[in-house]
């Protein structure tokens, strides 16, 4: 699935959307976006919030998607964009829309869509409890090598001898 800008900058902002991306991701494939979408969110995103840095967002940004195992790759050439650019201007989609459908095209993927996407069907963040109350025995036994990984001491006076 492809990632376009808008979609980057509601899930970067939005725990619901992020489920709809976990709850979309676990019917497998590969997920991806492009360098024009990081940039065009980055944008986004800075229009929402005129104190963030851009180094900041852009740090956000690939943070997210590095999290959730989206590929950034770089722009097809310009012959591999240009007819379904012109294809989708023609549709009319905006540049933007149509850059993005050109990309998904070419990596071969379709376009994700949050307002389509299942929501998910349970809580994505897991919480840790330390409710298990280990000893230190059973420490010790984990810890333990099996005795097949387990080296023979050599007594100390044949530590001496050659072969």
Request: net charge negative.
């Amino acid at each position: 699935m492809y990632l376009n800008a808008k979609t980057i900058a509601d899930l970067v902002n939005n725990e619901t959307a992020t489920g709809k991306l976990i709850q979309a991701q676990k019917a497998g494939g590969k997920w991806v976006t492009s360098n024009f979408a990081v940039i065009e969110a980055i944008a986004q995103l800075a229009a929402v919030d005129t104190e963030a840095d851009s180094e900041q967002l852009e740090q956000q940004v690939s943070d997210y998607l590095y999290t959730y195992y989206v590929d950034v790759r770089d722009l097809p050439s310009v012959g591999k964009l240009a007819p379904g650019v012109i294809q989708s201007t023609q549709q009319g989609l905006s540049l933007s829309e149509s850059l993005h459908q050109a990309c998904a095209e070419y990596y071969e993927v379709a376009l994700f869509d949050l307002d389509t996407a299942p929501e998910l069907e349970e809580d994505p963040i897991i919480e840790t409890e330390d409710t298990i109350d280990v000893d230190a025995e059973t420490v010790a036994t984990e810890d333990a090598m099996p005795e097949s990984a387990q080296v023979e001491q050599v007594p100390e006076s044949d530590q001496d001898k050659s072969i």
